[in-house]
């Protein structure tokens, strides 16, 4: 998937301080829980444009190699820990390398708005 690649969490103005420190935890300890078999991770959503409001979740695309009902568990636990230390909302939605990678995936509203919106963390 072609796209503008941004990897400077401190470019992130569409976050409060907070969000941005619990989006970089939670980066790192993915990274280090899955290294490799991670894929992509993007802010997608409202963050991302910086169109929020104050009730507003960070949404987080993550593409792995494979996904398994332990992974997806341990994704919403970091999420969660990263919530409550906070006091954000890191909202994820994961996806293994062949479902993100199907065209019709990638031609879909929601496709086309991570790939044109997106920031790649």
């Known amino acids: 998937m072609e796209h503008q690649q941004q990897n400077n969490l401190s ?12 989006v970089f935890e939670f980066v790192k ?3 280090a829980l899955f290294g ?4 992509e991770i993007i802010l997608f959503g409202s963050k ?5 409001g104050g009730n507003s979740d ?6 792995l190699d494979k996904i398994s009902i332990q992974i997806k568990k341990a994704i919403s636990e970091l999420a969660a820990e990263q919530n409550i230390k906070h006091n954000v909302l890191i909202s994820t939605i994961r996806y293994d390398t062949a479902t993100w ?6 031609a879909s509203p929601f496709g086309q708005a991570v790939k044109h919106e997106g920031i790649w963390l």
Do not use: F, K, M
């Not at 490799?36 to 894929?39: F, H």
């Not at 960070?58 to 593409?63: F, Q, R, T």
């Not at 990678?101 to 990638?106: D, F, L, R, W």
């Open 101 to 106: 990678g199907n065209p019709a995936i990638q």
């Open 11 to 22: 470019s992130l103005s569409g976050l409060t301080l907070d969000e941005r420190e619990a």
């Open 29 to 31: 300890r993915l990274r």
């Open 58 to 63: 960070i949404d987080i695309l993550i593409v």
């Open 36 to 39: 490799p078999s991670i894929q």
């Open 48 to 52: 991302a444009r910086g169109q929020s």
